[in-house]
């Protein structure tokens, strides 16, 4: 038999049957791709900050406009990303994301300098977003089915934690082994750019154009009519609630080194402690999700939520409260992660038309993340005008508002869909 004809009876044999193999090649073209994607805009600043700056002779303020030009690009695609999610194939739309961005990677592993690195990181920010965030959400609930939206989802953020923990720990042992900045960061820049490549041909192989009759035919029509229902402005003001808590949270940081009085690895190490249980939150809140209702699980996790934020409002910076300060960031973590991986499992019982998915989701997504632009705004002005244990008071005071904000859209989303819901559970 020749090369070509075993290859395609591979694919056959491999990818096409509906098994636990093709189940978890799925999973890691979603997760581990959803990770690696980031590398250049995102983790090649936070991680390797410093010889970032050596190897390609940047300022701060050019690392601060790349990032910030990328935060521009990723904002104002949501929304038109879920309208291609909807009018094109999700597969094809999230593999071509994974190429672009992975060719992107390989160009930043050149050097090149701060004007191309610029047009770099508005590419990436429309190829990781406009062509995938809305993509990777609706292939995430087509792998779920009807009856395990909240292990899919949940899986999905617990994943992407697994990976980031695995591959960026690798990524930091390599590069010191290394020990010269110039060729290691080369190396890992050349890595990442060949693993989003090869991701994407997975994506190509192991999902399905099961969703290929059921692409909208007016995106215009959908999106109007998904304004018109209350379920997208609710799913929207969910995620609004508990994503705000979550850009807050990177303030716990400089809370336990300014007001605990704790060293900066130790804040580093609370801080980093969020991909640690990542992995057990989302798969966890999957399976309970699954078992008791997304809605009422995200429901019960906004209240602890709002509960365990609360417990940093009032607190005063005490280092005999040291424990306290541990305990009560780990169980935020753990219920961001949970409510995280589960707030776009709720399409279901929304009874979201799957042809209208992307649009939801691209919508959502632009109301639900402003808290990225909103929150570092107010909290810099907040630490500037107030001692920082009432600027921190205040801040996750901010927090707890937020979380009962979430707590409201859902009882509403609850009474708004009693019927499905009851059905459903």
């Known amino acids: 038999m020749c090369f070509c004809c075993k290859a395609i009876d591979l694919k056959k044999g491999l990818f096409m049957k509906e098994g636990k193999m093709k189940r978890f090649l799925q999973l ?4 581990v791709g959803a990770t690696v994607i980031y590398f250049v805009p995102i983790h090649l600043r936070s991680l390797f900050y410093v010889p970032m700056q050596e190897v390609f002779g940047y ?6 406009n790349l990032a910030g030009w990328y935060g521009i690009m990723t904002i104002v695609t949501y929304l038109p ?131 290929a009759d059921h692409q909208a035919t007016n995106v215009f029509h959908g999106f109007l009519r998904s304004l018109r229902n209350p379920n997208t402005w609710l799913i929207a003001f969910i995620v609004m609630g508990i994503y705000t808590v979550h850009a807050i949270s990177q303030y716990i940081a400089p809370f336990a080194t300014n007001a605990f009085g704790t060293s900066v690895l130790i804040g580093s190490l609370l801080s980093q402690s969020k991909q640690w249980v990542k992995p057990l939150a989302g798969i966890g809140g999957g399976i309970l999700a699954d078992r008791f209702g997304v809605s009422k699980i995200l429901l019960i996790g906004s209240v602890l939520l709002a509960a365990s ?3 940093f409002a009032l607190i005063p910076g005490n280092s005999q ?39 939801v989701i691209g ?22 005008h107030f001692p920082a244990d009432k600027g921190y008071t205040y801040i996750f005071g901010m927090g707890v508002v937020s979380s009962c904000f979430a707590v409201i859209m859902l009882l509403i989303f609850r009474k708004y869909n009693k019927q499905r819901i009851e059905d459903k559970e």
């Open 309 to 311: 934020v609360g417990v």
């Open 81 to 211: 990303g879920g309208w291609l999610a909807d009018k094109y194939s999700a597969r094809k739309l999230l593999a071509g994301s994974y190429i672009v961005t992975g060719l992107l990677t390989l160009v930043m592993a050149l050097y090149p300098p701060y004007e191309v690195a610029l047009w770099i990181f508005i590419l990436v920010g429309i190829s990781s977003t406009l062509t995938f965030w809305a993509s990777l959400l609706k292939l995430t609930r087509q792998f779920g089915k009807d009856k395990n939206q909240g292990k899919a989802f949940g899986s999905l953020e617990g994943g992407r934690g697994l990976a980031a923990t695995i591959i960026f720990a690798a990524s930091s042992v390599l590069f010191t082994k290394i020990g010269n900045a110039w060729v290691g960061l080369r190396i890992l820049i050349v890595v990442f750019g060949a693993v989003t490549i090869l991701v994407a041909v997975m994506t190509l192989l192991v999902f399905d154009e099961k969703d």
């Open 321 to 359: 409260l040291f424990w306290l300060l541990v305990v009560n960031t780990v169980i935020i973590f753990l219920l961001l992660g949970l409510l995280r991986g589960l707030y776009f499992a709720d399409l279901n019982e929304a009874g979201i038309e799957w042809h209208l998915t992307g649009t």
């Open 28 to 31: 890691i073209c979603l997760s």
């Open 363 to 384: 919508f959502a997504t632009t109301i639900g993340m402003l808290g990225d632009v909103f929150v570092p705004f107010l909290a810099g002005r907040l630490l500037d």
């Open 59 to 64: 300022t701060n303020t050019q690392i601060g």
